[in-house]
């Protein structure tokens, strides 16, 4: 006769190892997935996770989020095409969960790179990790592909918890640091960087036809550069010793500090953002 004791969930007997907390009903388990739409993934981090759990049934799906909400990966190795996990599990050694991109060729990147070129602030959208659907498609995959898993745990199944658990952990550190998932596709910010310099640069050579040049494109977002007073935002001890140079005595240094300090007041009061308007007073006509 079994002892009651012991709970049976799928191949494995919890017994005595403590308090563990299960989800017992459709609807704890529907909470517990549904909890990944609270994460505030950056777009590849997000499409990352679809990819995966599109392969994934409910139960890994819950229990790999778990995981990965536990702390249980605990490392991450970039390779060519494809990421290393390590991730803490049942037994004393932890498992090792290969996390593979779907393919793409030296020319397959090239266009994704080409389509970075092309749209407006692009680079700028990479290097902060807005990425569009477009760019989504070419790095991380698009909806129809899926990413593959391999891991030596003894799960078989296309995504074991562990790949789930690895999943959500690779999308953190894409949200943390954009720049991975060109890690992954062995190019790099830097590296992408040039590229588009110098694609941009044969664009420039290759004269344009006469629709092109009608029609153009998107103009890029001007720089927003931070507006700062010169003398309030720079080290005075600079002028003071700059004027020393031409100074005869400390006094005369102190005073063509002052000077420069005064006409400078009177440019900034000047200027039309801070010009003050003077109303005259309505006894102005009035003999004094």
Known sequence: MADSRRVQMDNVIYANFGNKKRVSTPEDRTQVINKSAEKQFSPAGKRTVALTEKNADSGRRSRGEQYYRNGNVTGLKVLDGRVQCTVAGSQNEPFITTVTFPYRSSEKLREAYAVIADTANGLRLVREGHLTSSMLDHLVGNLDESIYFDCT????????????????????????????????????????????????????????????????????????????????????????????????????????????????????????????????????????
């Open 153 to 288: 745990c003894p799960d078989h199944s296309l995504v074991c918890k562990h790949a789930v658990a690895s999943a959500y952990y690779v999308a953190e550190k894409m949200t943390a640091n954009p720049a991975l998932i060109l890690d992954i596709r062995g190019q790099g910010m830097a590296g992408l960087e040039a590229l588009i310099r110098s694609y941009h640069t044969r664009i420039e050579e290759t004269p344009e036809d006469n629709e092109s040049f009608w029609e153009g494109k998107t103009i890029p977002d001007l720089p927003d550069p931070k507006i700062a007073p010169a003398i309030d935002d720079s080290d005075i001890n600079f002028l003071h010793k700059a004027l020393r140079l031409v100074s005869y005595t400390s006094l005369e240094q102190l005073r063509a500090v002052s000077d420069i300090e005064d006409m400078y007041e009177i440019l900034v009061s000047n200027h039309p953002d801070n010009r003050r308007v003077f109303e005259e007073p309505d006894d102005a006509d009035e003999d004094y």
